[in-house]
């Protein structure tokens, strides 16, 4: 077992910065950058390079001391590492704002999260097409979720539909959940959920405006 | 100066965890709960007792040893940290549909912040009426800026506009940004900046997916 397999041994934090060293690796493969250092990649994602060894550590064997990380190499072993060489079949609960605004969202498509089912209860929404995805009735996500072999589910219904909406779609099978609902959810188990909470983003901007750090 | 002051010495990992915990005493403050023990708190703030403790510590003496916190008074103690006793006037730079989802989002207003103008490059989108505020063209965002005294600005346009949105904001005299476009942006050293990715989020389940953690 490697020591990322450990629960909680290979912090969320520690994702976050993976995530955050694959896109900059996608946006220097994209220019053509074959080598980067390790101080170069950590100004561009933020961090140091002792922080990058360490991270990547958990992993393997990444570049050589002193030639610095080959960029495509290093991009794809860390999207194999974020589950990111492969698609993700995605379905949307709750066809407002948010649920629009999410189902359009570009860059789901480029990660490889395919967005193939919406679900709403209101039946003014139920029927109406979206880019070519009919949205259903929440009392059908069993049998989509089956069918299409979905995996993940984005929820984005209001507050107070949230954990009924979540217990539905764990019942269905659902494999990964990521709540937008602001309310905390829970999840059996074998379920992976995730709560994000935008406000929480402002909060951190208020917060140093308030004490004053830049 | 307190140590909170210090760049860098409270981590941005902290301030999720305040927001999380006044977000926990906020819904027990409405279910007129008066007093919870810390091990209680850390339960439903997803964290443990000694990890409050420290995070608090920063900033004063809470509660009392062995007899819990008082609800009320620590959810205003936070607030006030937080810079959430406050309101915070705060535009919008892109009036698509992510741009309208933020803008309908209840829970911002809930917390303080005040959308008061909406910004578009688009001239079949400026003069449209958001539920009262009307779209205006971005090289407007001056004017409304400083008129109607706005700190903050949430960058909802597409990737390839966002760095140059982001410089015409801070030339305005904005105090922090909240970017959701997908590519990192950067501003000047006064004003606070913190990028958005929402697939950051998507790839932390898929991560954990993969590695069978749940």
């Not at 969320?12 to 896109?23: A, P």
């Not at 390790?38 to 360490?54: M, W, Y």
């Not at 959920?193 to 004490?211: D, K, P, S």
Request: charge should be positive; glycine fraction near 8%; charged fraction near 25%.
């Amino acid at each position: 077992m490697s020591p990322a397999l450990v629960r909680g041994k290979f912090s969320e934090s520690s994702v976050r910065r993976l995530s955050s060293y694959h896109r900059v690796l996608d946006d220097l493969a994209r220019q053509d950058t074959e080598v980067i250092s390790s101080n170069q990649l950590a100004v561009l994602a933020g961090t140091n390079p002792a922080q990058i060894r360490k991270d990547l550590s958990y992993f393997g064997t990444f570049g050589k001391r002193g030639s610095g990380y080959p960029v495509r190499d290093l991009r794809e072993s860390i999207r194999a590492i974020l589950g990111l060489n492969r698609s993700w079949r995605t379905v949307l609960a709750g066809a407002g704002n948010l649920g629009h605004a999410l189902f359009s969202y570009k860059e789901f498509a480029r990660y490889g999260f395919e967005i193939v089912g919406v679900f709403d209860v209101d039946p003014e929404k139920v029927g109406k097409i979206w880019d070519g995805v009919t949205i259903s009735p929440l009392s059908s996500c069993a049998e989509v979720i089956t069918e299409k072999q979905v995996e993940l589910a984005l929820v984005v219904t209001p507050a107070a539909a949230a954990q009924a909406v979540v217990d539905e779609l764990c019942r269905a099978g659902i494999r990964g959940i990521l709540n937008f609902a602001p309310r905390k959810v829970e999840a059996p188990p074998e379920v992976v959920l995730r709560n994000v909470n935008i406000t929480v983003e402002l909060e951190g901007l208020t917060f140093a405006l308030q004490r004053g750090i830049c």
